[in-house]
């Protein structure tokens, strides 16, 4: 991202010079927000950090960092190169650069709150950051595999946070929803989120492991479950260590719980329903493991090809 205004040289570190150096000079030389974004673009280049968890670059997570620390929208039209900080600003500025660098924590975690499908969300560590291309098709309605005008009820399916279904919940008006996950710590997350949203009397929180607990028949059953095989967990970077293991690791293969799914979905579908799942990089064992499946791999504008959807007849060959 290019930067536009009048122009601070952001110096490098030396050598020799700490982080707190470094952030203590930026504090007496530096003056505009943009001047921070760009320093801490500078200083997460320096220290190699991954970006994963809503932002896709170094600019774009110092500029989260930095907007959130002054209480800006992350969609602000702010003059960023315009606007002059305090002293005691810059100093929480840097301090919030800092503990992404020491901590390799994702922005989320630091901040408390992720987007999704133009929501914002509650997050910490008992759930993981919401990220899923999922969220460009419940903003569409799933149109036109579904007509949204005949969908009363929708499952998410290991809901995590709650963003899927509060996203469904807007997208589907006239629909009912339930949210079911496993953990009951990730419940309570979701619980707050539904409830900030104002949807506690549209959403239902269950815990189940599966369909374990669940009852009835599904319009759109929608599930980002995890689907991290075990050797590629190993080597993530460490920023992904701060989220709960049992929502990204799935076995050898990461398909333990798609292929639970896929079993299962047939049984809680209505005849028309849909079943949409998030796969990641499981897709080709998935493929591999179902030849007979005629999986239709959702298009993405925003990027990712891991997203399918199944109907119920043709979940019948699973």
């Known amino acids: 991202m290019p930067y536009r205004g009048h122009f601070i040289s952001i110096q490098p570190m030396t050598a020799s010079e700490s982080l707190d150096e470094a952030a203590a000079r930026a504090v007496e030389k530096l003056s505009s927000p943009e001047d921070f974004v760009r320093w801490g673009a500078c200083r997460f280049s320096d220290y190699g950090l991954h970006f994963g968890h809503g932002t896709d670059n170094a600019v774009d997570e110092a500029r989260w960092l930095v ?7 992350p969609d602000s039209t702010a003059k960023l190169t315009e606007l002059k900080l305090g002293r005691r600003q810059k100093k929480q500025i840097t301090e919030i650069i800092k503990r992404r660098i020491s901590t390799r924590m994702p922005a989320a975690y630091l901040t408390g709150e992720a987007w999704f499908a133009g929501l914002k969300f509650h997050v910490d560590q008992r759930v993981l950051v919401p990220r899923s291309p999922i969220a460009e098709w419940i903003e569409r309605g799933f149109e036109p595999f579904l007509d949204p005008e005949r969908v009363s009820r929708i499952l998410d399916l290991g809901t995590g946070s709650g963003c899927i279904a509060v996203a469904c919940a807007f997208a589907f008006p006239q629909a009912e929803v339930e949210a079911s996950d496993l953990s009951s710590a990730a419940l309570e997350v979701a619980r707050i989120n539904v409830e900030a949203h104002g949807l506690e009397k549209r959403i239902k929180l269950i815990q ?5 607990a669940l009852s009835g028949e599904y319009d759109l059953i929608v599930s980002n479950p995890p689907y991290v095989p075990e050797a590629s967990f190993r080597a993530l970077p460490e920023e992904y260590g701060h989220e709960p293991q049992g929502g990204l690791v799935a076995g050898p293969e990461g398909l333990d719980l798609i292929a639970k799914i896929i079993r299962d979905a047939h049984g809680f579908l209505s005849d028309k329903g849909l079943l949409v799942v998030e796969v990641g990089e499981a897709r080709e064992a998935l493929e591999s493991r179902y030849p007979r499946l005629p999986f239709l ?7 990712g090809d891991d997203v399918f959807v199944l109907t119920k007849k043709e979940l019948q060959v699973a």
């Open 67 to 73: 907007l959130h620390t002054l209480r800006l929208p």
């Open 208 to 212: 189940s492991d599966g369909f374990d």
């Open 297 to 303: 791999w959702l298009e993405m504008t925003r990027g």
